[in-house]
């Protein structure tokens, strides 16, 4: 990996500006409700478009995060207390936006003896609760590869369990340090087998120095896990703090790596320059 700059961004991956009485309305109602978004703790380019639409990406057991990835924008340190109180807050949430589908993640809580797994189950139980019709999947940390953590959420049966591999293997440790690439695939494999019935999904993102044989290889690893859902984008480095980008991928490469994976056997594939983990969640259901 360089140490040069960014190359200039491209035209192609011009977000339009948050704004609107839909998106007045999401904020009022993250902020009156002390909640935390990923659309806002991760600097996510699409924040304007999904709050638009009334959707967002509610993140839980705080904003602060214990590991320190190199290409997260999400603060890292030492995390608060757990709010016993979050999940009823972001099913109260869910339920007034009168969501469809609910997508929940977290910051990874490597200080918790569960990880913060009950915390995720407690907050797709109220969610049904709340909304009854609501589907809901979860993006999960790896919970350090603890197979009784993955058990705790999923016995609450959520609709989609999504965990991102979001880089490949070689890249790992300077990407993802704290993290292991085959504990992350472990995890999806682990689904299949503890609750075979859950739809499963990962994500990763090009332009960190990978080639596309390496991506390839993901793919095919993701697929032999049985992972049912896939997502590519473009890496956007937050600040000069973190991981640079080294190349910015055409829309053309992203269509043909959309290609190559239905090819391999994933149900849907959302791969663009603005893709993220959760954008267009509820197309997959």
Known sequence: MSNQSSPPRPHWLRAKAPAGENYEDVLRLVESRKLHTV??????????????????????L?????????????????????????????????????LKHAVITSVTRD??????????????????????????????PDFQGSEEA??????????????????????YPLIRPQAIYFRSVDLIRAVRRLSPGTRTKSGLMVGVGETTEELIAVFSDLRDADCNFLTVGQYLAPSSHH???????????????????????????????????????????
């Open 111 to 140: 200080d918790l003896p569960d990880g913060g797994a009950y915390i995720f189950a407690r907050t797709i139980e109220l969610v049904r609760e709340a909304t009854p019709k609501c589907t809901v999947e979860v993006l999960i």
């Open 150 to 171: 993955l058990a705790t959420v999923l016995a609450s049966a959520p609709d989609v369990l999504n965990h991102n591999v979001e880089t490949v293997e070689r890249l």
């Open 39 to 60: 659309c806002q703790s991760a600097n996510c380019p699409n924040i304007g478009e999904c709050w638009r639409e009334r959707t967002a990406t509610f993140m839980i």
């Open 62 to 98: 705080g904003g602060i995060c214990t590991r320190n990835c190199r290409f997260c924008a999400v603060d890292h340190g030492a995390p608060s207390a757990v709010d016993e109180d979050e999940p009823r807050r972001v099913a109260e949430a869910v339920a007034h936006l009168n």
């Open 243 to 285: 991981a640079p980008i080294e190349r910015y991928c055409t829309p053309e490469e992203f269509d043909d790596l959309k290609a190559r994976a239905l090819a391999m056997g994933f149900a849907h594939v959302e791969s663009a320059p603005l893709v993220r983990s959760s954008y267009h969640a509820a197309q997959s259901m």
